[in-house]
Structures are given as structure tokens and as C-alpha cells.
């Protein structure tokens, strides 16, 4: 079993471009949650997906969007980047309501 | 507004002594409280959970203790060892939402 796997493994941007992040869960796993986590910081819940459906939103904007596809993986959207988007996004997947499994991450840089 | 509050920052400790990170909540919603591991560039990995109808759990060298009454838990770490260095972070789930504390910076000390 591969984990959840995400790509690419680093992304450099520059402003006002947009960029998209993806996710393979965990063999099994049908529910898939993004986080934003800034340096030194805990990871912020963005949105999370289950049936293809988003099915929670924390407090980002509606730059941030995301879609999950009949295989359960799925993908994160971030359009016109702002030089404060520049973190580490995790992908987590589950197949109960409790135990998360965390991929390595996409480190964004926008310049 | 910090959901879960999580003290300290950064916590240095000898090789086989006892590690305690602390975090506390106000959302009484919060149904589940899981501790996690990171290592530099790798994301966070589940270490020990717990729910809040039950006070303590124990996972090997793992402990968390749960105050319900006053909003708080702590993870424990028995024997620290060298390979324990990392950033741990507590959580909190309300809903499908999960809830991370700022982090507290491990080294232990060979």
C-alpha cells in the first residue's frame, strides 16, 4: 500500500497565476481533506470531499476550490495566488470518521 | 480565533525523561482529540487518540490525559528517546472539521 500520495512535490508560482495540487488516498479511503499549513505553523482545514461532493469548508476564499473524481482522488485549486498562499498543502484521506492519514505534502512557493 | 490552544512552543528534554505537551479548548462540540507527529518534510502521522468520555489512554510511551470539566489534554511521552524529536501537534474534530493546535518543537537530548 503506496499511502496517500500527492503531486508535485514542490511548485514555484508567481502572482495572479493559478495553480492546481493532487491526491491519491490511501487504497480503501473514500473521504479526502486539504490543509494549508504556513511555516511554523498547524495545518488549517480547507475543504473536505466524500462522494465527489465537497461536504465541509473552512474559512478560506472561493480562490480555493477542489473536485474529487469517481476514484477518489481529487485535486485542489487556488486561482489568482497571493504571495500569502505560499505554504505546505497536505491532503489526508479516511475511511471512518476518525483516523486521518496524511500525505507528505506540496511545497507552493509564490513569488 | 485559535480553536485549540497548545503549549509550550518548543520543549527540550534528556534522553529518558518525560515529555508533556498541553493543549486546551473552549468548543464543547469537539468529539475527538488526536495527538500527531511530524518530522521535517514528511506530513503529520496519527499518533494516539481519544474521545472525550474516557480520562487517560496509553499507547506504549504514549499517554494522553483528558480533563473534560476543564477543557484540556495532554500527551506524555515516558522515556523520551532521541528519535521522539519532531513537531507535535493536538487536535480537535467537530463535525468532518478537524481543528490543529500551533505545534511544540521536541528535541530530546542523547
Known amino acids: 500500500d503506496a499511502g496517500v500520495t500527492q503531486s508535485p512535490t514542490h511548485l514555484i508560482k508567481t502572482r495572479g497565476q493559478q495553480v492546481t495540487l493532487r491526491c491519491s488516498p490511501k487504497s480503501g479511503h473514500d473521504t479526502v481533506s486539504w490543509y494549508q499549513q504556513a511555516l511554523g505553523q498547524g495545518p488549517q482545514f480547507i475543504f473536505q470531499y466524500y462522494e465527489e461532493e465537497e461536504r465541509q469548508r473552512g474559512n478560506f476564499p472561493d480562490r480555493f476550490s477542489g473536485h474529487q473524481f469517481p476514484n477518489y482522488s481529487s485535486e485542489l485549486n487556488v486561482n489568482a495566488l497571493l504571495l500569502g498562499d505560499s505554504a505546505l498543502y497536505l491532503c489526508?484521506?479516511?475511511?471512518?470518521?476518525?483516523?486521518?492519514?496524511f500525505g507528505p505534502g506540496t511545497r507552493l512557493t509564490v513569488l | 480565533q485559535q480553536q485549540v490552544k497548545q503549549s509550550p512552543q518548543s520543549l527540550i528534554v534528556q534522553k529518558g525523561g518525560i515529555s508533556i505537551i498541553n493543549c486546551a479548548y473552549e468548543n464543547t462540540a469537539f468529539d475527538y482529540f488526536p495527538w500527531y507527529q511530524q518530522f521535517p518534510g514528511k506530513g503529520p502521522a496519527l499518533l494516539i487518540a481519544i474521545r472525550p468520555d474516557v480520562s487517560e489512554k496509553k499507547e506504549g510511551r504514549f499517554t494522553i490525559s483528558f480533563n473534560k470539566s476543564a477543557k484540556q489534554f495532554s500527551l506524555h511521552i515516558m522515556d523520551s528517546q532521541p528519535g521522539d524529536s519532531a513537531t507535535y501537534f493536538c487536535?480537535?474534530?467537530?463535525?468532518?472539521?478537524?481543528?490543529f493546535g500551533t505545534g511544540t518543537s521536541l528535541t530530546v537530548i542523547p
Open positions: 489526508a484521506s479516511s475511511q471512518t470518521d476518525n483516523e486521518q492519514f
Open positions: 487536535a480537535a474534530r467537530s463535525g468532518n472539521q478537524f481543528y
